[in-house]
Nanobody, 124 residues
């Protein structure tokens, strides 16, 4: 089993930055890909970013490219989401997810583990 705990959410003005962290425990962290998803009120959960087991491959949703960066520190069992130039439409609960295997396969179907979520609110 894998336990994921997110932190770093909060309230920020448009144009500001936040860094989300997700600490993992349980299964060997460097053996699986990690991702970030988000869900805004009244909307379906959507993919934000993912990173392979080594950090060598990263994937970003078009809506966040150029503004968000995903990274991981396998020594600390932690994955990060650096969010810059935040917009009100980025407001959502952000979830950290652990994949079944070492590479992200697309969508949320390949994610076996989920954190409890952290709220990000961007004011205009």
């Amino acid at each position: 089993q894998v336990q994921l705990v997110e932190s770093g959410g909060g309230l920020v003005q448009a144009g500001g930055s936040l860094r989300l962290s997700c600490a993992a425990s349980g299964r060997t962290f460097s053996s699986y890909a990690m991702g970030w998803f988000r869900q805004a009120p009244g909307k379906e959960r959507e993919f934000v970013a993912a990173i392979s087991w080594s950090g060598g491959s990263t994937y970003l949703a078009d809506s966040v490219k150029g503004r968000f960066t995903i990274s991981r520190d396998n020594a600390k069992n932690t994955v990060y989401l650096q969010m810059n130039s935040l917009k009100p439409e980025d407001t959502a609960v952000y979830y950290c997810a652990g994949a079944r295997g070492p590479y992200y396969s697309g969508g949320s179907e390949g994610m076996d583990y989920w954190g409890q979520g952290t709220q990000v609110t961007v004011s205009s």
